[in-house]
């Protein structure tokens, strides 16, 4: 029987060591039935993209605390469409500034989550953005 | 250029998207996996198993980064499928096994990817024999089989892999679980993970107990802490051709005890090799895979031909206690040959 799942790659790049926000977002896709694969801590961009790759997500989260978003995220979108998977819908998650993120949705990113964020609003965007259909639930 | 020509070729995206077809079970993925077939049988197929937290995933992790990096002769290329299990109730799953496979990152002769069982109950999914086909048509020399933290009866692996690694850790039973049926009888290769632990000498006895009764015509003595085999001269014909699991103590966080397992791999790769054993074992995987295929498909084609409508009006006198299950199952396949 053909099975079609959505699988999410959830990564934290850089530094920072805060993995509970990644957690609880992972632990809500899988709730909503997606293949959540978690990296763990400490990702460089290559790692990522190399795990997407492998992996052949559909969705990569990526959870940024550090600051460091405006080098980290442009290089993981970078590698992605490099190894052409240039359809893979990248969401960032974490403490972003306001005036970052219209810079972060110009290079790619489909929605930026901060703290607050209603998970099932994550789960509705990645069904819409991967499936193209609204979610009734959400 | 064909998808399959691509993952030939060793592009790694290309066999990528092949895994996800086969494992999704569409026509694509099987028209793949046909074409992929007569390129596969070469590689290593190497199971990993054992309880939850047992060390499983950093276990492999070692290994694939010893046949990277061995000591002597050329590195193998390595895949690795790591299952996780999904949900019973959502059907999602996390897959976290990457997790303690950082070592392996960075370098091009590795390729690993996450399953979830999707509700499959031997401790793989329904699609693992046809993504580690595929991975073997793809050319990797060796393929590491993690299944899901089993415990006493997810056996499937030992119908795939060549070379069945049970993993345990200290702690986890006591002498009678080691006489049970099922998963310590597909074992290859024992070994007793976290072995700085406390109780791990006392796992590794039980273990070895375990192995004097499936195997009395040895005898395994521990002498200062050192195990010994010590062949006892039997009557009957030639039994030297036996296997006898060695039980291996490893710190896989520490990388301790990896290359005594890794020889023990080629040990039980070259015992397979010189009794025949690989290619029964090849049959037996293959005749088993045709035979499931062979199931799954019947049903469908019956489900396909029966009506509804009928198939819910046998279910209700079941649920009446008007027929039983097996009384049920005769009905419904009578009433199918006469449709």
Redesign the interface.
Known sequence: ?????I?VLIAKPGLDGHDRGAKVV??A????????????LRQTP??IA??A????VDVVGLSILSGAHMALVPRVIELLRQ???DHVKVFVGGIIPDEDVPALKEMGVLEVYGPGTLTSDIVADIRKAVLGEDDQSG | MSIVQQVLEGN??AL??V??QIE???TEGREALAALFPYTGKAHLIGVTGAPGTGKSSLVNRLAYFYRHPPEGEPKTVAIVAVDP??PF???????D??RM?DL??DRGV????M?S?GALGGLARATAGVVQALDAAGFEVIFIETVGAGQAEVDIARLAHTTLVVEAPGLGDDVQAIKAGILEIADILVVNKADRPGAISTERALIEMLKLAHPSREMVSHHGQMMKVEIPAGGENDSEEWVPPVIKTVATENKGIDELAAAIAKHREFLQKTGEWEARDRLRLSTEVEDLLGETLL?RWQKNMPERKYREVLEQVFARRLAPAEAVESLLSSAQGS
């Open positions: 029987m053909s099975e079609r799942r699988r992972a632990r896709l899988r709730d909503a039935g997606m293949e959540v694969i978690y990296t763990g290559e790692m190399e795990a790759l492998q992996e052949d190894n052409g998977q | 790694r995206y990528s998207r895994l996800t999704n079970d569409t999904s949900s959502t059907g999602g799953a996390i897959l976290g990457r997790i950082r990152t960075g390729f690993i990817r996450s979830a999707r469908r």
